[in-house]
């Protein structure tokens, strides 16, 4: 009477982009002993002998990290400026935009959008150049959210 040897190896297979997918894989094969020869009784050939079954496991996903987009307080630029701002960069209406404005002008800085990490550095250096474009020393940057 024959046996089933269960074995499971892990595989490395490489997309087109070269990225590295580990998969596991259970292989289940007919198992002939540790008496039986090569040959006709070969384990690795399968003709006539049973099937191989291979389960694969899909590695888990995680969402992005998100950054908020952060405007801090200054003394110097003027609050008209911090709404145009809001208006351009972050498509706020003129009533959200004010509200920010005030929140940056009484706590010192307010978060005015959510984003991945490329569009959160990329918003808020924007805002920055836009500010030194018309001389005004308006910090934003991004932050990562718990």
């Known amino acids: ?27 289940t094969q007919p198992y002939a002993g540790p008496d039986a020869g090569h040959g006709a009784g070969d384990e690795n050939d399968l003709h006539g002998q049973g099937v191989a079954l291979v389960e694969v496991v899909k590695p888990e996903l995680k969402h992005p990290r998100r950054y908020q987009v952060v405007i801090l307080n200054d003394d110097y630029t003027p609050m008209e400026f911090v709404i145009e701002v809001l208006l351009r960069f972050f498509g706020l209406n003129a009533d959200a935009a004010t509200q920010l404005m005030l929140q940056v002008h009484h706590h010192g800085r307010a978060g005015v959008g959510s984003y991945s990490k490329d569009v959160a550095e990329t918003k808020a250096a924007m805002v920055v150049e836009y500010a030194q474009q018309h001389e005004h020393p308006l910090l934003c940057q991004a932050e990562p959210m718990l």
Do not use: A, I, V
């Open 1 to 27: 009477m024959q046996t089933r040897k269960k074995e499971t190896t892990s595989l490395t297979l490489m997309n087109d982009s070269m990225l590295s997918t580990r998969h596991s894989c259970s292989l």
